[in-house]
């Protein structure tokens, strides 16, 4: 037996070993990151190079007079906590009416918002219409980037990305260590990963979700602001709409590329103030971020049928998912893998962010949490 054992336990260390040979040699050594790390979390910024996004003369939430007054529903805590919720708040009328935090993170903690970055990317590409450094959405993306100038890329523009319509071949898988998405995550190199990108189907014809798409308008941007992207959003973002705390961009390496289609990292206060820009249709405190017509326009549905399950276009415009009718009310809403959302019900001037690890069943092209936090809000904003 002991023989065996034995023989196993080599037989494990010599797999493991080809295993290891085998990654280094293919040139894919940010799987051992991925393995070692296993599945991305809020609180990564401890293990990426970030770029900062400096606060400016901060405008302080006001607080409603009800702050906190009404107690959360019972069954609607327990599930908060069940998902391992960071951070919960609710904006009605301009000021903070709830506001709870769990897990030991608090109003100042930053958390990555993942694919809520999206929305931001979205919202930047609205602002550099507004300056003209984007003439047109209908642009080809091979006037920014020469690298999208033939093998079928020329055909792409910044309308097909922001629909995620592109039709290229990134893999959007979070599970397998070998995607592009895993690559792009845990990789050093996200210029050389979007180029690798090859077209697989003509862009404009169908919805399908893919974080290269965000990344190549974030390159778009970078060449069209002549900046980075962190700088760019802390002085047309962050700095004008008043944010208190300095937020990050994680980067593929240091002083490299942000990750834009994730991992932007700030709080659920700060986090609000974007959810409110929209619900104030591109105007903060009298002052035009975004233009109006581009903030309805992204905000439009696409029409864009879903390439994996048919679902209607009803769901999704440019960069953010949209609930046409839930009791009566339009929504639209910024959202992450893990659960992080900025929720906006104009009709009741309100805006909720969660924050957290977890998130619910998928209930169509939506999740069952996002409908728990908006009956959560609506109970709250009465």
């Not at 951070?87 to 301009?94: G, K, P, W």
Request: proline share 4%.
């Amino acid at each position: 037996m002991q023989r065996k054992n034995k023989r196993i336990l080599t037989g494990t260390i010599a797999a493991v070993a080809l295993g290891a040979a085998a990654i280094y040699f293919s040139g894919k050594t940010y799987v051992y990151r991925a393995l070692y790390y296993n599945f991305a979390g809020i609180d990564d910024n401890r293990i990426f190079e970030e770029r900062l996004i400096p606060a400016a003369d901060p405008q302080p939430w006001p607080v409603g007079s009800n702050y906190n007054r009404k107690p959360l529903p019972g069954e609607f805590n327990y599930n908060l906590q069940e998902l391992e919720t960071a951070a919960f708040l609710v904006i009605c009328h301009d000021s903070i009416r709830q506001e709870h935090y769990w897990n030991g993170y608090g109003p100042q903690s930053k958390t990555n918002s993942f694919s809520v970055a999206k929305s931001v990317v979205s919202m930047l590409v609205g602002v550099a219409l507004k300056e003209g450094r984007i003439k047109s959405l209908d642009q080809p993306v091979s006037e920014f980037l020469p690298e999208f100038k033939n093998g079928g890329k020329e055909k792409i523009t910044i309308r097909h990305l922001l629909a995620m319509s592109s039709g290229l071949d990134w893999d959007e898988s979070y599970s397998n260590p070998l995607s592009m998405t895993t690559e792009a995550y845990y990789g050093q190199d996200l210029k050389a990963l979007i180029n690798r990108q090859e077209v697989e189907t003509d862009p404009g014809k169908t919805f399908h979700y893919k974080s290269g798409n965000t990344q190549i308008l974030a390159m778009v941007l970078e060449a069209a602001a002549g900046q980075k992207l962190a700088d760019y959003a802390a002085t047309r973002l962050w700095q004008p709409l008043g944010a208190e705390q300095t937020a990050e961009w994680s980067l593929d390496k240091e002083n490299g590329t942000e990750k834009a289609y994730c991992c932007l990292y700030s709080n659920a206060r700060d986090f609000a103030r974007l959810g409110q820009l929209y619900l104030k249709n591109g105007i903060w405190k009298g002052d035009t971020i975004i233009d109006p017509a581009y903030v309805q326009e992204s905000l439009t549905p696409t029409g864009l049928k879903d390439e994996l399950t048919g679902a209607k276009g009803d769901f999704y415009g440019y960069h953010w998912w949209l609930i046409p009718n839930y009791k009566n009310f339009k929504a639209f809403y910024a959202r992450g893998i893990l659960g992080q959302y900025i929720i906006v019900i104009p009709e009741k001037e309100m805006v909720i962010v969660r924050l957290g690890e977890k998130r619910g069943q998928k209930k169509g092209m939506h999740l069952q949490d996002v409908y728990d936090l908006i009956d959560a809000g609506l109970g709250v904003c009465k």
